[in-house]
């Protein structure tokens, strides 16, 4: 396009844009007085009850004496505590595959149903012949979620029972897509590396006889090499990412896509492009991106008050992204904790230790406690507000020099699992295409001809 067309195409949206923000404004009032929960959310983050699920449950709030009183967030996976299962497999093995099994079928493997999994997940990384050079490698993208999204529609091709929607057929092609994503962002990545930054470029095919966690690292390391703590570490971020209720956003995509009747590979591009927000998995990076800028701006970094300085101007616009958001912290359930956010402070200082980045680490643990404070007093406060599972993820990415453009990419690699159990849910139980209603507040007008009009 030429830059005449552009500029004007420029200059028009600017004024047409405001003539939306006008034309499409709703008074917060009429969201009361019609009962309409926006955000499909009441003021305590329950949300509008959509559906049935048996994959995962979330716990907020508990009930005493009959009120719902905020409480210390908990999360189970198909009955099981996230917390006891960190602690069945940590030290011990990596959790990634077992956990998958267990979303996907309902129950723990047992040692030969594990080993064949692993087999079976491990047989299935690979891509068809040619697809890193004639799709990866080609417009590579500083993005690595939309490479992965065009990579993911493109895989559409290659599969012949791309449409059916049986079980085993859903099943087979999840399998896959959950092998394959790993190579499908660290190969996007080294391509946008050697094209966009220059760097070399090097493919590393993933080891068969390895976790996904460590294949994760082999594939992106140049000499392949990475420590046991590096790789646990990896693994447990991945459990700890791999599922979170029917509702969160992408996975009521997930819901909603499968239940228009798409096909697999569509469903997974919907939800990686709803995972990708800011506001959704897109804060690990925002959240590191957000602490160095904290790092530049505050010239004392013991003075907790310069600090909160730096908070409330974030919440006032005035820094950073400018967008009014503290990133990492608040949930749209959670109220007084979020337990991944826990279990992963513990492992983040231990390998903070082991990096010599404490200090670094004591700057993350006092905006953690600061923020909920800042923002009390700047935000009206219903259920409370900390630290999500995002607000470490990213710093531990950081210390596992893992780059920046892959901290979404590794959230994908393990809500996918989760996506896949909602998908398999959906299309066992609903053959009911989902669809909520607008309540109407337009006006009817009549029509007045082209000549007519002022
Ligand atoms: C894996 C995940 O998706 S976890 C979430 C990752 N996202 C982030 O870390 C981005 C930052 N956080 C947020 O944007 C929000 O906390 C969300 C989107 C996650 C949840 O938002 P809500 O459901 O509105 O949270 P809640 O009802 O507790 O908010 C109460 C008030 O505090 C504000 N608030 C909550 N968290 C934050 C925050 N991190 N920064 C600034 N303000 C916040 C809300 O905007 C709201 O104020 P308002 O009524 O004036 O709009
Ligand atoms: O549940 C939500 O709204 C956000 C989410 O995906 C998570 O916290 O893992």
């Known amino acids: 396009m030429e830059q005449k067309e552009k500029m004007n195409l420029v200059d028009y949206t600017d004024i047409y844009g405001k003539i939306c923000e006008q034309t499409d404004l709703i008074s917060a009032e009429l ?23 048996h994959i995962s449950k ?60 692993k087999r079976v997940l491990n047989a299935s990384r690979t891509l068809p012949t040619n ?23 493109t895989l559409a091709s290659y599969d012949d029972n791309m449409a059916d929607p049986s079980i085993s057929n859903v099943l087979r092609q ?12 660290v190969y996007g990545y080294h391509a946008y590396n050697h094209y966009e930054c220059g760097d070399s470029f090097y493919i590393h095919r993933p080891d068969e006889n390895l976790s996904t966690a460590e294949n994760i690292l082999l594939m992106l390391r140049p000499d ?35 239940s228009a009747g798409s096909d697999t590979y569509s469903v997974v591009a919907a939800a990686l492009s709803s995972l990708k927000g800011p506001k959704h998995g897109g804060a690990n990076i925002k959240v590191v991106e957000m602490m160095r800028d904290l790092r530049e701006n505050v010239s004392d970094l013991h003075d907790e008050e310069a600090i909160k300085e730096y908070l409330g101007k974030l919440l006032d616009k005035q820094a950073f992204d400018k967008k009014g958001l503290i990133y990492g912290m608040g949930h749209a359930v959670y109220s007084l904790s979020d337990p991944r956010a826990r279990i992963f402070k513990s492992f983040v200082e231990r390998l903070a230790k082991a990096k010599g980045r404490d200090e670094e680490f004591g700057i993350y643990s006092a905006v953690e406690r600061l923020a909920p404070e800042v923002i009390a007093e700047k935000r009206k406060i219903y259920k409370g507000v900390s630290a999500n599972v995002d607000f470490y993820s990213g710093f531990v990415y950081n210390m596992l020099d893992i780059p920046l453009e892959l901290y979404t990419p590794i959230f994908a690699m393990a809500r996918i699992v989760g996506w896949s159990a909602h998908r398999i849910e959906e299309l066992v139980n609903v053959d009911k295409i989902i669809r909520p209603a607008y309540l109407s507040i337009m006006e009817e007008k009549d029509y007045k001809p082209l000549e007519d009009r002022e």
């Open 31 to 53: 969201f009361d007085e019609f009962g309409v929960k926006r955000g499909l959310r009441d003021k305590n983050g329950n949300g509008v009850l959509s559906g049935l699920t």
């Open 58 to 117: 979330i716990q907020a709030f508990k009930e005493v004496n009959g009120e719902k009183i905020p409480c210390d967030g908990k999360l189970w996976y198909r009955g099981y505590s996230i917390i006891d299962l960190v602690k069945g497999f940590h030290g011990e093995r990596f959790g990634y595959e077992e956990v998958t099994y267990l979303l996907l079928f309902g129950r723990l493997p047992n040692m030969a149903e594990l080993e064949e999994f």
């Open 174 to 185: 999840c399998l896959q897509l959950i092998a394959i994503l790993p190579m499908l962002s």
């Open 131 to 153: 697809f890193t050079r004639d799709v990866i490698m080609k417009a590579p993208s500083k993005d690595i979620m939309n490479s992965i999204t065009k990579s993911v529609l």
């Open 224 to 258: 392949k090499v990475y420590t046991e703590l590096e790789a646990k570490v990896l693994d447990i971020a991945l459990v700890l990412h791999m599922e979170h209720g029917g509702g969160n956003n992408s996975t009521f995509t997930t819901r909603v896509v499968s």
